[in-house]
């Protein structure tokens, strides 16, 4: 990992709490900065405090790097950190980490794939599914992405692009607590991305939320039949599930 500084390009609302930051790295005379497809990078503020977030862009998308942060009152580091990113013309950051990203060289063309997205955890699953896109993989992509009410899947007319664009790409979009006129798919999203696994054998799950909806979502695909090593969460790596106690 490298630290550099990146320069703000944008910042951008995108609901009632979620910034979409647009950032571009300095010229320096080092080699550039490369990531693969789902990694994330490490922020700084001026004191040293950082926090973590996914690359939202994918690598081809050359000169800048997307993030989506989500404001979160109650946190002190995070109320700073988005002002920083909204009055500061730059950042420091570390990248790239993380051991759930792909390449679209390396896929299996047999294997159909699985994009599970909680809330912002669309970010990491957005850099994976347009690198796919850019790299024309043709093997089938589902990809789902659940909130709490539909205001929280904040790039829904994205992922429906994605689905009318691409004929192998299909997209639910799932909402706990819907209101009466939601048209999507309703309940949690653990359960329905289960509920519709056909073929169990060959097809690999990535997925991005809260460790209690990834391993919920653990739980519910191996009911039918999928084993966990079929299953790629950061989560596995940061927020281990606790061992069962006999």
């Known amino acids: 990992m490298n630290r550099y500084t990146a320069k703000i390009i ?9 910034y979409r930051v647009r950032i ?44 989506h942060i989500r404001h979160m009152p109650d946190s002190e580091m995070n109320c700073a950190l988005v002002a920083h990113l909204e ?23 047999e294997r159909r794939l699985v994009f599970v997205a909680g809330s912002t955890g669309f970010a990491q ?3 994976m599914v347009e690198h796919l896109l850019a790299n024309q993989v043709t093997q089938p992509i589902h990809v789902y992405w659940g909130g ?17 664009d691409y004929p192998n790409l299909h997209y639910t979009a799932v909402v706990s607590e819907p209101s009466d006129d939601w048209q999507g798919a309703r309940g949690l999203l653990p359960g329905i991305v289960a509920s519709d696994i ?6 690999d799950i ?35 599930r606790p061992k069962a106690t006999s």
């Open 87 to 109: 009055q500061a013309s730059e950042v420091e950051l570390c990248m790239a980490m993380g051991q759930c990203h792909l390449a679209a060289s390396a896929l299996a063309p």
């Open 24 to 67: 571009a790295l300095k010229a320096s005379g080092s080699e550039s900065a490369t990531f693969s497809a789902g990694q994330y990078l490490e922020l700084f503020l001026p004191d040293g405090r950082s926090a973590f977030f996914s690359i939202a862009s994918a690598p081809e998308q050359v000169g800048e790097l997307e993030l």
């Open 206 to 240: 990535y997925a991005c939320g809260s460790p209690g909806m990834v391993y919920a979502l653990v739980d519910a695909l191996e009911a039918q039949g999928v084993s966990e090593r079929q299953i790629h969460a950061d989560v596995f790596a940061y927020a281990p």
């Open 10 to 18: 944008s910042n951008e609302r995108l609901n009632r709490d979620v």
């Open 125 to 127: 699953i957005k850099s």
């Open 198 to 203: 056909l073929a169990p054998a060959t097809t």
């Open 148 to 164: 709490r009410v539909a205001e929280d899947l904040y790039l829904d007319n994205l992922a429906r692009q994605w689905a009318n």
